[in-house]
């Protein structure tokens, strides 16, 4: 499978955002999945996505990720993963995807592959001049009976011909594919045989005459005709179709290479002789203690031996309870093993037990590794450390008191209600509905509110929200100031 990464940032939009209609549909979608499960709508809301622009946008995937709280690089996988996502700029009025497994190959997919070559670009992915066509080869699309075929966004066209897929491409460049019939070209109904039924065409009826006609009898084997009055069977139905197993090798009353001397005994003297073995295999032979019924095997003792231990089969096991015996060095073994909650942590000196617990385990370096963590309270769904497509989160790293990123000061200027109409907080790059209502339940209703935060307070709502120095790279105060003075931000309209 190729690598896919998204397109250069050349050709990506600033902003992404669904239509009114999409935006409905959207919710609705998410309604459909149990309280915690809602992520699961990532794929159909990519695609719808994917629908809207034509191709999934770099700020698409962020705008999903934001909507249904995950991670950016959980939504990046999604994208990257699965093919039925275009990630890149593809026709506008049609993006052919040619099948070129084995049996579309064998029925001529390089001769369509050659045509899209012609009339649209010479290599994949790639649009013709105006950007209405585009093309791709992709795998078995699932109509190999009818090969070679091509799809072109959700439509198959099958049983193509070079010259009919060229047909194809002139009418979807004029704008006028609807025109286009989906399905087989050849006027072929759906998958059955193009020239009608070649096999299966009649009934028993037809056959019997046939070959009366042929053999001058009915069914063979001498077989009845089928209907009332059509005679007895020449073979007892008990007996019918059963192999004739009476040969040298399985009639018991002929002797033959490779049997027993005794090979012809009755049946009722093998089942003695068989009782009688059975019942021998249970007694003590020679130079045998005779396993359990007999005694003990000495077994223990060899162990005891061996291992310098006294073995739960001794008297002395009692007695030894504790220092030589296998429980005893078990235990010894497991007191000699320090947890690892209760490890020395060489970074923030000797923390033990529950006081490690109290770490602060999200604002550490993040060079720290997974496994080093032993508690954390960082249980949510939100956005992951540096998630974002931009750089590096800018937070107070120089003050010792809050760590790397600080924890800020809660701003002054929260209030119990909006004064007069609320803004739509939504403008600014990053806030979506979700996080909207975050902030008109803190107190948060206007642009200038946001616009008047020192970098202390946007860290503290950036630390309120969860958001891992989202809304400090987006730079939220500067979006609001711009905003304030009625001008627009690249997530504006």
């Keep these: 499978m190729s690598v896919r990464r998204l397109a250069d940032d050349a050709v990506q939009p600033k902003s992404f955002a669904f239509t009114d209609e999409n935006a409905a549909w959207a919710d609705q979608t998410i309604r ?72 579309c190959m064998l029925r001529g997919a390089e001769d369509l592959k ?11 992915f790639h649009r013709n001049e105006s950007g209405t066509l585009s093309w791709e080869e992709v795998e078995c699309q699932g109509a190999c009976v009818n090969a070679p075929m091509v799809m072109i966004f959700k ?72 209907g009332i009055g059509g005679g007895a069977a020449s073979t007892p139905p008990s007996k019918a179709g059963r192999p004739d197993t009476q040969t040298p090798y399985t009639d018991k009353a002929i002797g033959g290479a490779g049997k027993a001397e005794d090979g012809n005994v009755p049946d009722a003297s093998e089942d003695m002789e068989s009782e009688k073995l059975v019942a021998e295999a249970h007694q003590p032979a020679s130079g045998q203690e005779g396993g359990a019924r007999e ?115 809660k701003p002054q200027d929260l209030l119990a209600e909006p004064k007069g109409e609320k803004d739509d907080l939504q403008a600014i790059k990053g806030i979506g509905p979700v996080i909207e209502a975050k902030l008109n339940e803190l107190g948060v209703y206007h642009f200038w509110q946001i616009a008047a935060w020192r970098e202390k307070e946007l860290v503290w709502v950036d630390n309120y929200l969860n958001f891992r120095g989202r809304a400090v790279r987006d730079r939220w105060t500067e979006q609001a100031k711009t905003l304030a003075d009625g001008g627009q931000t690249p997530s504006g309209s």
């Excluded at 506008?92 to 049996?103: D, E, K, L, N, S």
């Excluded at 050659?114 to 994949?124: F, L, Q, S």
Aim: negative net charge.
């Design 32 to 103: 459909k999945y149990p309280e915690g499960r809602q992520q699961s709508a990532v794929i159909p809301l990519l695609m719808r996505a994917q629908e809207q622009d034509g191709w999934v946008t770099k700020a698409a995937i962020e705008h999903v990720a934001d909507r249904l709280g995950m991670p950016l690089i959980r939504v990046l996988e999604v994208a990257t993963f699965y093919t039925q996502f275009m990630l890149a700029p593809v026709g506008t009025r049609a993006h052919i995807q040619v099948c070129g497994t084995t049996p």
């Design 155 to 226: 439509d198959a066209y099958e049983d193509l011909t070079p010259e009919r897929l060229e047909e194809i491409i002139e009418a979807f460049d004029a704008g006028k594919g609807a025109s286009i019939k989906p399905g087989p070209q050849n006027g072929r109904h759906l998958s059955v045989p193009i020239g009608g039924l070649t096999s299966l065409t009649g009934d028993y009826d037809d056959l019997i005459q046939e070959q009366e006609q042929e053999f001058g009898h009915g069914p063979a084997n001498g077989a009845s005709d089928q």
């Design 295 to 409: 005694g003990g095997t000495g077994e223990a003792e060899r162990d005891a031996a061996e291992t310098d231990h006294v073995t739960a089969d001794d008297g002395e096991a009692d007695r030894a309870a504790s220092g030589g015996d296998i429980i005893g060095k078990e235990a010894a073994a497991r007191a000699a093993i320090i947890a690892p909650s209760h490890k020395l942590d060489d970074a923030e000196g000797a923390v033990v037990g529950s006081e490690r617990k109290d770490a602060d385990l999200v604002n550490r370096n993040a060079r720290q590794l997974e496994g080093e963590r032993t508690g954390t309270d960082d249980v949510s769904s939100g956005a992951a450390h540096d998630d974002t497509f931009a750089s590096e989160a800018q937070g107070d790293q120089g003050d010792p008191a809050h760590g790397p990123a600080g924890e800020g000061e």
């Design 114 to 124: 050659a045509v899209c070559k012609k009339h649209i670009h010479a290599e994949p």
